[in-house]
């Protein structure tokens, strides 16, 4: 009897699907200064680079807090500082910067998929 080796080969697709965006939660310690108005969060994509008064500011946080949620947060790497300002408005120096690289999206679907079926006829 002849053997027949018969090779079928399909192409499958699959669709990709993307997650949303991400919260981050910053956690420090109180300062102690008895005229303490806040805080104040900033944010960049380059470390260092920081615009103080509104322009990479995030959040406003009150006095008494030491925490703070942002939502929302597209993907990307990211560099955050948190200063404290008093009741007359003066600000103080930046913390030290936190980063992370936020990354919520699935990855990419696989292409070109093949599948093999081997038939031994004899």
């Known amino acids: 009897m002849k053997k027949i080796l018969m090779i079928i080969s399909l192409v499958l697709g699959f669709a990709s699907f993307a ?5 981050v939660t910053f956690e420090w ?3 102690s ?4 108005a806040g805080y104040r969060l900033y944010q960049s994509q380059a470390s260092g680079d920081y615009t ?6 995030v959040a406003t946080i009150t006095a008494g807090t030491e ?3 942002i939502s929302g947060v ?3 790497t990211y560099y955050w500082v ?12 930046p913390s030290n910067e936190v980063t992370a690289n936020l990354d919520t999206l699935a990855p990419g679907s696989p292409v070109n998929v093949r599948i093999t079926i081997i038939v031994k006829v004899e």
């Open 74 to 76: 597209a993907d990307g």
């Open 67 to 69: 925490t703070v949620t």
């Open 19 to 23: 997650y949303a965006a991400s919260n």
């Open 33 to 36: 200064e008895s005229d303490l």
């Open 52 to 57: 103080f008064g509104d322009g990479n500011q």
């Open 82 to 93: 948190l200063t404290a300002y008093d009741t007359d408005g003066n600000e103080s120096g």
């Open 29 to 31: 310690d109180a300062n």
